[in-house]
């Protein structure tokens, strides 16, 4: 399962992360790293952006972003 497809008010664990080159590097300086939980909080509409808190921090991210995060 991916980010983009948890429910909102779940939280999970991140398992890998599948992207490559900068798209993985901008998705681990928001400190997405394997291991780490992610609460969603909110998702659009149309599923684009998604509103995340991972380590205390609320932050968006991209549709196509979070598919490339697979969770538990």
């Given at each position: 399962m991916t980010l983009k497809e948890v429910a909102c008010g779940r939280t999970?664990?991140?398992?890998?992360?599948?992207?490559?080159?900068?798209?993985?590097?901008?998705?681990?300086?928001?400190?997405?790293?394997?291991?780490?939980?992610?609460?969603?909080?909110?998702v659009?509409?149309?599923?684009?952006?998604i509103e995340v808190t991972v380590r205390g921090y609320e932050l968006s991210i991209r549709k196509a972003d979070a598919e490339m995060v697979e969770v538990e």
């Amino acid at each position: 399962m991916t980010l983009k497809e948890v429910a909102c008010g779940r939280t999970v664990k991140v398992k890998k992360l599948t992207g490559e080159g900068p798209v993985k590097r901008r998705i681990m300086d928001m400190g997405i790293t394997k291991g780490i939980d992610v609460f969603v909080r909110k998702v659009a509409p149309l599923g684009d952006p998604i509103e995340v808190t991972v380590r205390g921090y609320e932050l968006s991210i991209r549709k196509a972003d979070a598919e490339m995060v697979e969770v538990e």
